[in-house]
């Protein structure tokens, strides 16, 4: 099955730029979505086919997708954006939705 | 904007079968491409998708669950349904119903979850 990686943590100053990976082979290919959780509340989508953003998400979240490797980046750091994130893509190979392992951020 | 809430038992025992229901508000749960799908997470730990469901009552289930799982949807009342049998302890994850976009592949609305407790 289709495997999405992340490094499970990235910490970042405030005001400074947080990216986050994600491999998978081949993932260019696909539409990658990314997913931010703060304890205790549910997956919130910030980024949505590689680069779109849903209505209410700071153009500070924006996204990228080539090769093997996604990412998202998170300029201007806030306290705020201190959280889980999870990138996601369904794998029409075997119609399953597939999410990334997971990464904390950590604003220093 | 539509909603989404989990409601089922908090604690079920090993063996036994786990109900959820999702209520959907603020929209229709028969429109067009959206794919009302249930997510888990187990303690600390990343997401999973279980399977999803259509309004007219198609499924398709993650293979690893496959087995135990059966879902089913309710229109008039607004509510689509997990069961989860022959439950273990490895059961034990936060449940989330999620609503997959009609345009694409992303889940764009979620149920706050229920966190699920399997033990005897």
Not at chain 1, 26 to 44: D, M, R, T
Not at chain 1, 59 to 87: P, Q
């Amino acid at each position: 099955s289709y495997v999405l990686t992340q490094p499970p943590s990235v910490s970042v100053a405030p005001g400074q730029t947080a990216r986050i990976a994600c491999g998978g082979n081949n993932i260019g290919s696909k539409s990658v979505h990314w997913y931010q959780q703060k304890p205790g509340q549910a997956p919130v989508l910030v980024v949505y086919d590689d680069t779109d953003r849903p209505s209410g998400i700071p153009e500070r979240f924006s996204g990228s997708n080539s090769g093997n490797t996604a990412t998202l980046t998170i300029s201007r750091v806030e306290a705020g954006d201190e959280a889980d994130y999870y990138c996601q893509v369904w794998d029409s190979g075997s119609g399953h939705y597939v999410f990334g392992t997971g990464t904390k951020v950590t604003v220093l | 904007q539509v909603q989404l809430q989990e409601s089922g038992p908090g604690l079920v025992k090993p063996s036994q079968t786990l109900s959820l229901t999702c209520t959907v508000s603020g929209g229709s749960i028969s429109s067009a491409g959206y794919y009302w799908s249930w997510i888990r997470q187990h303690p600390g730990k990343g997401l999973e998708w279980i399977g999803y469901i259509y309004h007219t009552g198609n499924t398709y289930y993650n293979p690893s669950l496959k087995s135990r799982v059966t879902m089913s949807v309710d229109t008039s009342k607004k509510e689509f349904s997990l069961k989860l049998g022959f439950l273990t302890v490895a059961d034990t994850a936060v449940y989330y119903c999620a609503r997959r976009d009609s345009s694409g592949s992303y889940f764009d609305s979620w149920g706050q979850g229920t966190l699920v407790t399997v033990s005897s």
